[in-house]
């Protein structure tokens, strides 16, 4: 998750979601950081982990194009509005790679 610190230490961090990245991918990513929390044993790893994961609110970021987005990922992960966007040599510079089913991943994890 990328992380933009506020102005008020006493209150958590916002997630920055690129625009780049699909909803299931970071539903995906949001429910792994549950997983994560659930998964500390220690009161210290529990406060820890609490900390470091939990959110006030997300924000979208700008959109450059496709400068900054990964490349070679599974092709559900990408947004749908960018690979519209863009050309078809700028799509095969995207290198995408067979769909992981993120929606079955997302859902398996919601169990």
């Known amino acids: ?5 506020g ?9 920055l979601k690129p625009l780049w990245r ?7 990513c ?15 790893n529990v406060n820890s982990t609490f900390n ?4 006030s609110g997300s924000r979208d970021l ?7 987005v990964p490349v070679g ?5 990408y947004a ?4 519209a966007g863009l050309s078809e040599i700028q799509n095969m510079e995207l290198k995408k790679q067979p769909s992981c089913d993120l929606a079955r991943v997302k859902a398996k994890l919601q169990q």
């Open 22 to 28: 699909s909803q299931d991918f970071t539903d995906c």
């Open 52 to 55: 470091l994961y939990n959110r």
């Open 73 to 77: 990922l599974p092709s559900d992960v």
């Open 30 to 44: 949001h429910l792994l950081d549950c997983c994560t929390k659930q998964t500390a044993v220690s009161s210290k």
């Open 1 to 5: 998750s990328e992380v933009e610190d």
């Open 62 to 68: 700008e959109s450059n194009g496709i400068q900054g």
């Open 7 to 15: 102005d008020d230490i006493n209150q958590f961090p916002r997630t």
């Open 80 to 83: 749908k509005e960018l690979v």
